[in-house]
């Protein structure tokens, strides 16, 4: 394909040079974006619904969350190192596994990034009403649709550079949130709730550390506590996988995925760890009631309404980051979708600066769904399509678990692909060859698929995520089908 050769050949007036992807993503986009992906709705507007479920024990199931992800995506950059193609786990899942299995694992990812996108666009209207609350919220969600769309149509390097930026914002922002945090700390600041600020709030507010216990039911007959929380903290996490999406058209695949990587731990303990247990200390966790960011919350209750401000206008800027990363992942699959014969074919076509234009024109005129849910049922849009979402994301995390211990099997019988850096070698030889591995990979990727399994049961405790669960069996029967039908087509 066009898109893996090394040098192109020279155009002539009969023969054009065929449009590929390009190889423009610097390291210090790829480092960007795989942050951008992950911080967004689920940490800056979703960690009020974490927070109300486990109270400070919140710190511990972001942990373990991610913990589980940052193994997932050391999986798929195991085989993005070794194989950089545009589509990623999809390409995989069909090089090492089956056709069907990389028709499901795509369209399952593309579908997932549209219910995130539809996510991300249901809350922006509430972040622009901070300031003009008389602008409907659907309008707000059509016009930066519209902005972002224009956006990923210039190309992967404009791109980048957006990302880049949008993720600098988030990043100076909840860095200087945990600072000016701190100083409300250190010097006693009063705040509103008239509850000094400190650490020691974590367990000594209604019910101490665990104030729900691991889980435990209300009087509402609704189930809480630190393994509830955990389903809402694996969608706060959805996008990590971002990185091995970009693998086909980054620079040096080789040294930077791996660098992406593992710079995911740190992110987490800083962005997700660092960042709530600073809000939870000076606002009572009992008082974050999401009827705004918490991080707009904290601001607030020491009467720095400036700051506030300047932080509802991160939070719009995080939503619109996920949105822009969600659909150029959604463009680039459908494109890879189109190459392996798993989407119609005019999905596969890029213009002459290397951008699949019709994929990114169909992925954002579906997501416009969005506007009219968003304008319909207001209250559905955020709860109900966040955790069908999170099935989604489930099925493709568990894709990509498979996928890899089925990657290292080919590897290992010596069936590596011919473009593939393992290709000629076998046996242990071939393990042994393999640049980036996945920590402790006999054992692993079974950890893994247990705790997504227990995900899955939890999120039949609870009403919303219960049919999100009957959704996503009905969504794999119909991705079978739809698979089955178009063989007997061809």
């Known amino acids: 394909m066009a898109e893996n050769q090394s040098t192109k050949p020279r155009e002539t007036d009969d023969v054009p040079v065929?449009?590929?992807?390009?190889?423009?993503?610097?390291?210090?986009?790829?480092?960007?974006i795989a942050l951008g992906g992950a911080i967004g709705t689920g940490l800056f507007y979703g960690s009020s619904e974490s927070i109300a479920l486990a109270g400070p024990s919140i710190l511990l199931a972001y942990l373990i969350g991610g913990l589980a992800i940052f193994m997932i995506v050391?999986?798929?950059?195991?085989?993005?190192?070794?194989?950089?193609?545009?589509?990623?786990?999809?390409?995989?899942?069909?090089?090492?596994?089956?056709?069907?299995?990389?028709?499901?694992s795509g369209w399952n990812y593309w579908f997932n990034y549209i219910l995130v996108s539809m996510v991300e666009l249901s809350v922006v209207g509430s972040f622009v009403n901070y300031w003009f609350p008389a602008i409907p919220t659907w309008v707000s969600a059509a016009a930066f649709l519209i902005i972002i769309a224009a956006a990923n149509l210039l190309g992967v390097s404009q791109f980048g550079e957006f990302e880049f930026w949008f993720a600098i914002i988030k990043i100076v922002a909840v860095v200087a949130m945990i600072l000016g945090g701190l100083a409300v700390i250190v010097f006693a600041l009063p705040t509103d709730s008239g509850v000094p600020a400190?650490?020691?709030?974590?367990?000594?507010?209604?019910?101490?550390?665990?104030?729900?216990?691991?889980?435990?039911?209300?009087?509402?007959?609704?189930?809480?506590?630190?393994?509830?929380?955990?389903?809402?903290?694996?969608?706060?996490?959805?996008?990590?996988?971002?990185?091995?999406?970009?693998?086909?058209?980054?620079?040096?695949?080789?040294?930077?995925?791996?660098?992406?990587?593992?710079?995911?731990?740190?992110?987490?303990l800083v962005f997700y760890i660092g960042a709530?247990?600073?809000?939870?200390?000076?606002v009572p966790w009992n008082t974050i009631d999401g009827k705004s960011s918490p991080f707009v919350q904290i601001f607030d209750s020491v009467g720095v309404h400036v700051a506030a401000g300047i932080l509802n206008f991160v939070c719009l800027t995080a939503v619109m980051s996920v949105y822009n990363s969600g659909l150029y992942a959604n463009s680039r699959m459908l494109y890879s979708l189109a190459k392996q014969?798993?989407?119609?074919a005019y999905l596969g076509k890029l213009n002459k600066n290397g951008v699949p234009v019709a994929g990114v024109l169909t992925s954002a005129v579906i997501t416009a769904i969005a506007v009219v849910v968003v304008f319909l049922w207001p209250e559905f849009a955020f709860n109900y399509l966040m955790s069908i979402a999170?099935?989604?994301?489930?099925?493709?995390?568990?894709?990509?678990?498979?996928?890899?211990?089925?990657?290292?099997?080919?590897?290992?019988?010596?069936?590596?692909?011919?473009d593939s850096a393992l290709h000629g070698l076998s046996g242990k030889e071939a393990l042994a060859a393999i640049h980036f591995k996945l920590?402790?990979?006999?054992?692993?990727?079974?950890?893994?698929?247990?705790?997504?399994?227990?995900?899955?049961?939890?999120?039949?405790?609870?009403?919303?995520?219960?049919v999100a669960v009957i959704a996503g069996v009905i969504w794999l029967a119909i991705l079978f089908v739809s698979y089955q039908l178009t063989q007997v087509k061809k």
């Open 18 to 32: 065929p449009a590929s992807l390009r190889k423009s993503l610097k390291n210090r986009h790829i480092q960007l």
């Open 74 to 104: 050391r999986a798929l950059s195991e085989m993005s190192v070794e194989d950089p193609k545009a589509g990623a786990f999809s390409y995989y899942a069909t090089q090492y596994w089956s056709k069907r299995a990389g028709f499901v």
């Open 198 to 268: 400190s650490f020691a709030n974590w367990f000594n507010i209604d019910g101490g550390f665990f104030p729900n216990g691991l889980m435990s039911q209300s009087s509402d007959g609704s189930w809480t506590g630190l393994l509830m929380a955990l389903v809402v903290v694996m969608f706060s996490f959805g996008g990590t996988e971002l990185i091995g999406i970009t693998a086909g058209e980054t620079e040096d695949p080789r040294r930077t995925i791996p660098r992406a990587t593992n710079d995911i731990i740190w992110r987490i």
């Open 276 to 282: 709530l247990g600073v809000i939870m200390a000076v």
């Open 341 to 344: 014969g798993n989407a119609p």
């Open 390 to 418: 999170t099935i989604a994301g489930v099925i493709n995390w568990t894709m990509i678990m498979i996928t890899e211990m089925k990657f290292r099997r080919v590897a290992e019988a010596g069936k590596a692909p011919e």
């Open 439 to 466: 920590p402790f990979a006999k054992v692993t990727p079974w950890v893994v698929l247990a705790f997504l399994a227990l995900v899955v049961v939890l999120m039949c405790f609870s009403p919303s995520y219960r």
